[in-house]
C-alpha cells in the first residue's frame, strides 16, 4: 500500500507481532529528513502495537520531530466492550486510501467503519501447528487477523446463510461494537480473503454479501475483492463496511500508484444490471395421446441406470484421477440427478425419437463437460431413425447411428488437433 495517494512507509515485524520500536523511529526519522510537513502513524488497535508505536511516538516527539498516531478500531465481533477495545482489521485499507482527508475527518472515518471475518479453517505461524482448533464441519465467526480464534462457532452452512448471520451481527443494533448502518444508507464493501479461498469461493461471498445488503435497502456505491489484509493461509473472508458520502466516495476514487489497491469502477453497485434473462425457449409441442406403458419402461430403465451411475461415483473418479482430472464420477453423478428430476416432472415422451432428442437436450444442458456433449450427440442422430418406426431393426439402426455421429465427430477433432501439430512443426522461429 506504499506508493503516490496512500502509504509513505510501512513497518514490519515478526509473524503476528508488532515491530520493534527502534524500527518504528528509524522509519519516522526517514520520512521526516525526506521533508515531510509531518507523520501520521496508523496503527491497528492490538496492545502490542499501540505499546511500541506509542513509544516510539514519544521517542521521535522528544527528538523534535512532528508526529501524531491515529488508532483504527473497526473489529465487529464483541457485543460488549472488551478491555482491548475493537481490533484493528481490514478496515485500515480503506483509511489508508483517504488519507489525504484532514485529521477530523479522519476520526469520524474511524467510527463508520466496521469489519467481521469467518472462517472455515485456523491458520498456522511457520514452523508451528494451527493457532486453534476447528472441526472440518465446523465454521468460526468473529476471528481476528492474528490467528486468534472467534466469538463463535457454528456448524457448516451455504454461503448465503453464512453472509446474513455476519451482516445481522455487524449491523445488530445490541451489539456495542456495530457498524451503525441502515436502509438508505450508502456504503461502500470490501470483501477480503483472509488467505486461503479461491478467486471462485470470493466471488460467491461477494454475490451473497451485495444481493444480502441490497435485500436491507442498501446502497453499495463502490465494492471490491481481493486479498488485502490476510492471516497467511486461513480459509476465511472477512466483510468490511463504511458508510460513503460524497466527499468520501471523491477521495476513494482519487488514483494511487499503490500496487496493492485495486482498479475499481468509479461507479456504484447498486442499480446496475448484473444479470440479463436468456431469450425463453419454445415450448416442445404435446404428446396427444402419449403411450403410458411406453414412459413407464422408459422412467424405469434410467431409472436403473441413475442408481447404478450414483453408486459408482468414486469409483469412476479415482478411476479418472489416473488418467485425467478425476470428475468424471461426479459428471456422471450431475447427469443422474438431472435424470432423476426430469423424470419427477412428468415430462418424458413416450414416443422413441422424441424421448431420446429430449434425453439428449437434458444431458447437454444439465450434464456438461466432454461426456454430456457425446451422449448428446449420440441421442441426437439416434433419434434420426426412430422418427417413423420403432421396431427392434429402427432400433438397431438407431445405436449404430448414434455410433457413427460419435466417430465421425472423433474423427474431425484428430484431424484438427493433427493439422495444429503440423503447423506447429512447419513454424519458423520468427513466428
Given amino acids: 500500500y506504499i506508493g503516490q495517494g496512500m502509504l509513505t512507509g510501512a513497518i514490519a515485524g515478526p509473524v503476528f507481532t508488532s515491530p520493534p520500536v527502534g524500527s518504528i523511529v528509524a522509519a519516522i526519522r526517514t520520512v521526516a529528513e525526506a521533508g515531510a510537513a509531518g507523520v501520521l502513524l496508523l496503527v491497528k488497535n492490538y496492545t502490542g502495537d499501540r505499546l511500541n508505536f506509542g513509544l516510539a511516538l514519544e521517542r521521535a516527539k522528544r527528538d523534535g520531530l512532528d508526529v501524531e498516531m491515529v488508532v483504527i478500531a473497526d473489529d465487529c465481533a464483541f457485543f460488549s466492550p472488551r478491555k482491548a477495545g475493537r481490533r484493528g482489521l481490514c478496515g485500515i485499507i480503506l483509511i489508508h486510501k483517504l488519507l489525504r482527508s484532514s485529521i477530523l475527518l479522519m476520526y469520524g472515518l474511524i467510527s463508520s467503519a466496521g469489519t467481521l471475518g469467518v472462517s472455515l479453517s485456523p491458520c498456522s505461524v511457520p514452523g508451528s501447528g494451527p493457532t486453534f482448533k476447528l472441526g472440518s464441519d465446523e465454521i468460526e465467526l468473529g476471528l481476528g487477523i492474528h490467528g486468534e480464534a472467534g466469538v463463535q462457532r457454528y456448524k457448516m452452512m451455504s454461503c448465503d446463510e453464512v453472509v446474513k448471520i455476519m451482516i445481522d451481527h455487524m449491523t445488530d443494533p445490541a451489539n456495542k461494537s456495530r457498524v451503525d448502518v441502515k436502509s438508505s444508507d450508502s456504503v461502500i ?243
Fill in 189 to 431: 464493501l470490501i470483501v477480503n480473503n483472509l488467505g486461503g479461498l479461491s478467486c471462485l469461493e470470493l466471488q460467491i461471498v461477494a454475490s451473497s454479501a451485495v444481493r444480502f445488503l441490497e435485500g436491507r435497502g442498501l446502497h453499495i456505491e463502490r465494492a471490491m475483492t481481493g486479498s488485502f489484509m490476510t492471516a497467511l493461509e486461513m480459509s476465511g473472508v472477512s466483510l468490511t463496511l463504511m458508510k460513503a458520502s460524497p466527499e468520501i466516495l471523491q477521495l476513494f476514487d482519487k488514483d494511487t500508484s499503490a500496487p496493492a489497491w485495486p482498479r475499481v469502477l468509479h461507479v456504484p453497485v447498486t442499480g446496475r444490471t448484473r444479470t440479463f434473462p436468456c431469450a425463453a425457449e419454445s415450448p416442445q409441442p404435446k404428446e396427444p395421446h402419449p403411450d403410458v406403458k411406453s414412459v413407464q419402461v422408459y422412467s424405469r430403465v434410467l431409472g436403473y441406470v441413475c442408481s447404478s451411475l450414483l453408486s459408482l461415483e468414486e469409483e469412476l473418479n479415482d478411476l479418472d484421477r489416473a488418467a485425467g482430472d478425476g470428475d468424471c464420477g461426479s459428471t456422471h453423478a450431475r447427469a443422474a440427478h438431472a435424470i432423476k428430476d426430469w423424470i419427477n416432472s412428468g415430462q418424458l415422451p413416450s414416443q422413441p425419437s422424441q424421448f431420446l432428442a429430449a434425453l439428449s437436450h437434458v444431458l447437454l444442458e444439465k450434464m456438461g463437460g466432454t461426456s454430456g456433449a457425446l451422449y448428446s450427440l449420440f441421442l441426437m442422430a439416434a433419434a434420426q431413425p426412430l422418427q417413423n418406426q420403432s421396431g427392434p431393426q429402427a432400433w438397431a439402426a438407431a445405436m449404430e447411428a448414434g455410433i457413427g455421429a460419435m466417430k465421425r465427430r472423433h474423427c474431425y477433432i484428430e484431424e484438427m488437433c493433427h493439422l495444429t501439430i503440423l503447423q506447429h512443426d512447419t513454424m519458423t522461429p520468427a513466428c
